[in-house]
């Protein structure tokens, strides 16, 4: 059985949650669809059908320290096969938004770090920049060594550009990370 | 046909075979593919899971380019073609975000471009009868087990291509080209492609249980479309093979680069030298050999 502390409920995380996804949460009648096809939840300690449940109950922003909201792969099986229509994945993409800023714990391989990482090369290039991404990730996590077996082949056969892009007009780009940044906590 | 084709940024790093090969088909079959000049990133998985403006935007960006150049935007990357209609709905249907992307764009964009896939083309506009009419080699005796990923069919109710469950259209042209399309169960499954650096012990997990599942289908080769599917799939059957103890050898080949192969293009012209795996059982079957 699921089950949340009385002390812990805090109905702002389901009501922002609902807000920012236009998903009515209290329609799930956990039947367990998204956790049966979710390709990660017998890896992951808590499944779909959970968060949906926990937010349900009224979880606060623990939630947002669960393991199964940074291990997600953004497949979308849970919100194609939901039978109420709901759309798991997005609900999953809210909560990885509501992290930044929340104190919630960095999670295993540090996803959010590698996004920034990704990010940052598309905000300055225009286009994501493999070397400056993979090495700002592989310095922030201190995993300097994986993968470098592959490197001197995917470099000999070109699957790894070694200069970014470059002569893009990038005015566009810019402005846009700008308003997200200012976006962000009001529409995020 | 003019097309306003969207390589996508992995076209330039880990997909230079799937643009490749893209063109030298396009090129065979008489499509005129022209860039949105200076196209940017779509933004991928790390846009929609950091912000939904930069989800959209980003997206839209391209779209406002090509919407002036009054074409269909085709896209053989599932990712950016996922972002791209993704952006289309969004914009349509949420008069808010349209707002704030028109602020951040400094455009009003509409959000009518059309969308297509590559493969919608291949099907659609040029049709598998005047494929067959083209061929000059056919895929007789290999069999090839489709993947198709998640980014190309879902979400089903606004990508809407093909069956979100079991799709079939990398396997029409399969069969068209000659070879055996197999039923196995992996098709749309997930390989956990934006996980590959982030967590490489649960992509390992999902990849080889689609490797073990198209090893037992009888499978000679996997065809794929996308290039995240297909990096994944590849480059990480030796990281499988050493820490799971398993021996994979298992081709992961454009579904461009094997039509290009059919319509009689060599595969140096088709960049088959960039795949990590050999394929050069499926070339010798093909009676393909690469001094051609």
Known sequence: MITIKKTSVDNGLKGQVEKLTGVDLSVCFQCKKCSSGCPVASLAGTRPSEIMRLLHLGAGKELLGRDLVWMCVSCETCSARCPMGIDVAGVIDVLRRLTHDSGAPKPAGNMPLFNRAFLKTVEVFGRPYDMGMIAAYKLGTGRLMDDTDKFPTMLRKGKIALLPARGIECETIRRIFKKAKENRGKRP | ?292
């Open chain 2, 1 to 292: 046909m003019r097309y306003a084709y969207f390589p996508g940024c992995s076209a330039e790093s880990t997909a230079r075979d799937m643009n490749k090969s893209t063109y030298a088909i396009a090129r065979a079959l008489k499509l005129d593919l022209e860039e949105p000049r200076g196209w940017t990133c779509c933004g991928a998985t790390a846009g929609h899971q950091t912000d939904r403006l930069l989800a959209v935007a980003l997206p839209a960006a391209n779209l406002s380019k090509v919407k002036d150049m009054n074409m269909d935007m085709v896209v053989n990357c599932a990712a950016c073609y996922n972002r791209m209609k993704v952006a289309n709905h969004e914009i349509t249907t949420n008069a808010d975000i349209r707002r704030d992307v028109r602020d951040a764009l400094d455009r009003d964009y509409d959000g009518t471009v059309k969308v297509r896939h590559f493969l919608e083309v291949l099907l659609e506009d040029v049709g598998l009868p005047a494929i067959s009419k083209s061929l000059k080699r056919t895929m007789k005796g290999i069999k090839v087990a489709c993947y198709y990923g998640c980014l190309l069919v879902r979400p089903p109710e606004i990508l809407k291509f093909d069956d979100a469950e079991n799709p079939k259209s990398l396997d029409r042209l399969i069969t068209a080209m000659g070879g055996l399309s197999l039923e196995w169960p992996c098709k749309v499954d997930c390989c956990g492609g934006s996980l590959s650096l982030s967590r490489t012990d649960v992509v390992l997990r999902l990849t080889e249980s689609i490797l073990d599942m198209a090893v037992r289908a009888g499978a000679d080769c996997i065809a794929v479309s996308c290039p995240m599917c297909q990096i994944n799939l590849d480059v990480r059957q030796q990281d499988i093979n050493r820490e799971m103890g398993r021996n994979y050898r298992m081709p992961v080949i454009y579904i461009t680069q094997l039509l290009g192969l059919c319509l009689g293009l060599r595969p140096a012209e088709l960049g088959f030298e960039k795949l990590m795996v050999s394929p050069a059982d499926v070339l010798k079957k093909m009676e393909v050999y690469s001094h051609e």
